[in-house]
């Protein structure tokens, strides 16, 4: 069964870090571009930053740009996102994704309508 779990959610203070993890089973990632989104309460999911399947290429929303960090790790089957200097509107729950469209090696596109595979999502929550 293809699967991504993402894990490493939680509560975070204004200011704070927390690192999301996006692992895959039953795939193989490196075929892959990753994505990873949000979606807040009463609000369209967003499309925050994405990364190529050889990890050379990486997009990001202007809203966590220079905060946020995408990575990926294709030995461990699994990508990151780094979030820094956490702001309380980056409360939301965070879904990682998996576009299989052929030419990702160097491009990702943020539209998640080009997602094959989604995650179950990570509550991120970020209060003082």
């Known amino acids: 069964q293809l699967q991504l779990v993402e894990s490493g959610g939680g509560l975070a203070q204004p200011g704070g870090s927390l690192r999301l993890s996006c692992a895959a089973s039953g795939f193989t990632l490196d075929y892959y571009a990753i994505g990873w989104f949000r979606q807040a309460p009463g609000k369209e999911r967003e499309g925050l930053s994405c990364i190529s399947r050889s990890g050379g290429t990486t997009n990001y929303a202007d809203s966590v740009k220079g905060r946020f960090t995408i990575s990926r790790d294709n030995a461990k089957n699994t990508v990151y996102l780094e979030m820094n200097s956490l702001k309380p509107e980056d409360t939301a729950v965070y879904y990682c994704?998996?576009?299989?469209?052929?030419?990702?090696?160097?491009?990702?596109?943020?539209?998640?309508?080009?997602?094959?595979?989604w995650g179950q999502g990570t509550q991120v929550t970020v209060s003082s």
């Open positions: 994704a998996a576009d299989g469209s052929p030419d990702l090696q160097h491009m990702c596109i943020m539209a998640d309508s080009v997602y094959d595979y």
